[in-house]
Structure formats: structure tokens, C-alpha cells
């Protein structure tokens, strides 16, 4: 934040908010490094709010069916969130969004600092961290153990508010 902060003052993104910052460094693909400061404070902000203490277990509700509709089942949703994070080479982040056109759930995988939010196609509900960071001091190298895990943190409750705002 401290580095963004210092890359927008004086300059006209002073005064907008981080989506836009981001939004507008992304320089049609070929991100800046205030791109890269706006969107990892988005995303590791949009990251830490899909988690809580005591959360886990499996959503409920609109979102429940909803991954049954699009996935076939909360299992075979789990598989292709877990592949897209276990298969995003180096650094990135595993996203769970609602397409804007059709309104179904889609799982996608994304480099760097790179969001669905940049393509305007679809709108996160859930992300993974799969930078080495989010993991490393608990499991090492080993990714699929951080995956697994993550399973157990994933606050279905703020999904599913994010997930309404969608469907609206």
C-alpha cells in the first residue's frame, strides 16, 4: 500500500479509489507497476475476506445450487478450483467468479497480480493465494497441502453475499 500510495501521489489517480487505480494501470494488458501494487492490495484484501476462523465446510443456500447446476456437484467444483490452483505455474491465484453474461460460476486462474476484474468478464466471488508466501512457512513446497487446507478457511458466508450481489 505504502509503495501504491507513493506511485499515485501528486498524479491524477490520487483521488480515485483502488479498483480504479487498478483498472486504469492496467494499460490494456500491459500492466504497470502501479497495476501491480493497486491489484495485489485488491487481492489480497478480497483474499483474506474469503476466509474466517471456524468457517469451512461446504456453502449453503443459492450458492450451494448453484455450484451443483454449473459443477455437477461441490466435489467436482473443489477438483477444478484445487487443479487451477495446483497448475498456475509460479506465482498467482485461483478465482471462483460469476460470468456477467451468463451468470454462471466459473473457476479460472490468474498470473502475477492479474484478476477477472481486469477482463470485465466475470466477477470474483472467491480466490486462493498461490504465491509461495501464502504457504511456504506451513507446508514447505508442497501447494496441494496449502490447497487442501484452504478448504477449511473458506468463509461460505461472505462468498454467498458476494455471490448475491451477482445474481441480482
Known sequence: MNNLNGQIKDTDMDSMDVVEIMNKS????????TFNNAAQVLNHTFFWESMAPNAGGKPTGDLAAAIDRDFGSFDEFKAQFSAAGATQFG?????????NETKK????????AE?????????????????????YIDVRNRRPDYIASFFDLINWNAVADRYAKCII
Open 26 to 33: 492496467w494499460n490494456n494488458g500491459s500492466p504497470t507497476p
Open 91 to 99: 506465482s498467482g491465484w485461483a478465482w471462483l467468479s460469476v460470468n
Open 105 to 112: 460460476l466459473e473457476v479460472s486462474k490468474t498470473a502475477n
Open 115 to 135: 484478476n477477472p476484474w481486469v477482463y470485465g468478464t466475470a466477477t470474483p466471488i472467491l480466490t486462493m493465494d498461490v504465491w509461495e508466501h501464502a504457504y
